[in-house]
């Protein structure tokens, strides 16, 4: 029970008990032991692997939002408020949209290293579940199927509408990343508004016909697009969909983070998209990161892909000089 996120259950051999993992958007998460017939009273915790770290930082809590997209579509999110944040102080901030990967993942009540880091540094961070989200029903979930980049957009910035509307945000220092689909979204972004100061696109695709002929899924392209580059249709919508092809004028500062590994998003989509900006004389940087695929990345690249986004938020969002 409770606001939380539960994962890796595993039966006893009876089926008697079952054990699982729970975290919420402040605690890591641990281990727990529950009966199948009672599970609310007879839960039992086994282990608190970072009772010391929590004892020692301050994480604070997430604000759960619903806002109506442009359509009126009710969509969820969160926002996490900066550390040091006090309502009413006068003082504004910067803010940046967190997209996920799928699209049919969904953000919830978990925990996130990455934007507790965002909050630390001093920005609002805001994470929401556009359409293409699971959790939500069928309609919800297919309702990019052939258009993506349509009313998943609208819903990502009618989230930041909401925020900016509701919290001190100085929207003059706003920020767009995200991972995979997330990078994908924040390519598109780029093409479509002016409104962000700076990007981090992670693995993000921006040449749908391209990458049907290099990654490791085409099917995904041949469903989510009906149809592949020699269907009429399913050109015309891979074409529709890809930043690319929208990339002129682009003008947001942004870095782009890819393995050299990676088969589901090859690294030349963020190639395309790094010369489209380099040729617009538009500040750019890529990071390439090797033997790494779309997921699975070391610790230590990983913590160097947080660190290089948070030195290019500060350098472009806080005018902070970086090393």
């Known amino acids: 029970t409770g ?20 975290q919420t958007p ?13 599970p609310a009273g007879t839960e039992r915790r086994l282990t608190r692997l970072n009772a010391d770290l929590l004892a020692s930082v301050e994480l604070p809590s997430p604000n759960r939002i619903v806002y109506r997209s442009a359509d009126g579509t009710e969509v969820e999110g969160w ?34 290293f990455e934007r507790h880091l965002q909050a630390a540094a001093g920005y609002f961070s805001l994470y929401t579940n556009p ?19 349509d009313e998943d957009y609208d819903d990502v910035m009618a989230g930041v509408d909401h925020a900016v509307a509701a ?15 997330g990078g994908y979204m924040t390519n598109w972004i780029i093409t479509q508004t002016g ?5 981090v696109a992670g693995a993000g695709i921006s040449n749908w016909v391209s990458d049907y002929g290099t990654a ?39 870095l782009f983070v890819h393995g050299e590994s990676d088969h589901r998003v090859p690294i030349e989509e963020a190639e395309q998209m790094y010369t489209a900006l380099q040729k617009q004389e538009v500040p ?21 892909r947080y660190w290089a986004a948070m030195q290019w938020w500060d350098r472009w969002l806080k005018n902070v000089p970086v090393s």
Do not use: C, Q
């Open 3 to 22: 606001e939380r996120r539960l994962g890796s259950v595993d039966f006893s051999s009876d089926f008697s008990s079952f054990a699982y993992t729970a």
């Open 26 to 38: 402040v605690d890591p998460g641990d281990v727990y032991l529950a009966s199948t017939r009672d």
């Open 79 to 112: 926002i996490l408020p900066p550390v040091g944040y006090l309502r009413g102080d006068g003082r504004t901030w910067p803010l940046l949209l967190n997209i996920h990967g799928g699209p049919h993942g969904a953000y919830g009540n978990e925990f996130s």
């Open 131 to 149: 359409r293409g989200s699971t959790g939500y029903g069928e309609g919800f979930l297919w309702g990019i199927w052939g258009s993506w980049g």
């Open 167 to 181: 919290y001190p945000v100085d929207s003059a220092r706003m920020g767009v990343t995200g991972y995979s689909y």
């Open 195 to 199: 409104r962000f100061a700076a990007a």
């Open 216 to 254: 490791d899924i085409p099917r995904t392209k041949e469903s989510e697009f009906f149809g592949a580059p020699w269907d009429e249709e399913g050109l015309k919508n891979l074409l529709a969909s890809s930043p690319i092809v929208h990339a002129e004028g682009v003008s947001t500062p942004t």
């Open 284 to 304: 750019a940087r890529m990071i390439r990161y090797p033997e790494s695929y779309h997921g699975g990345w070391t610790p230590w690249r990983t913590r160097h």
